[in-house]
């Protein structure tokens, strides 16, 4: 059987790539300083057009009577058509927060209890 240059046969490209493959367990050497610095740098970019572009939008949208009316008529409507959620979502909070709270006192309540223990142990 001839095979023209185009054809590749699947066990050629099997073979080679278990060859190249190297496995799972290698790890990643440490980067070095000029990566983390690039990747600083990279990143003090990103975050300075981002927040460049940010204020210019906002300034614009301030700036303007009519898009900062309109961005109030979209709130109003956002928060009355998604009101029932915003109660359920507040108030699942809320008693989160308080059941946070009340954990926290028992917390420092045992951790108070341990070190008079401690301290009652010490003085024997």
Do not use: C, W
């Amino acid at each position: 059987m001839d095979k023209s240059p185009t054809e590749i046969d699947s066990t050629t490209v099997k073979a080679k790539k278990s060859v190249s493959r190297k496995g799972k367990s290698a790890k990643m050497s440490p980067a070095t300083n000029g990566e983390i610095l690039v990747r600083g740098v990279v990143m003090g970019i990103i975050i300075f057009g981002i927040t460049h572009a940010s204020k210019s939008l906002t300034g614009a949208l301030v700036k303007h009577p009519l898009s900062f009316f309109s961005m109030g008529l979209v709130t109003g409507y956002l928060t009355h058509k998604y009101r029932k959620e915003i109660i359920v979502v507040g108030n699942r909070t809320a008693e989160e927060s308080k059941n946070f709270v009340l954990r926290q006192k028992e917390y420092l309540g045992d951790f108070i209890a341990e070190i008079k223990e401690e301290k009652s142990d010490k003085s024997k």
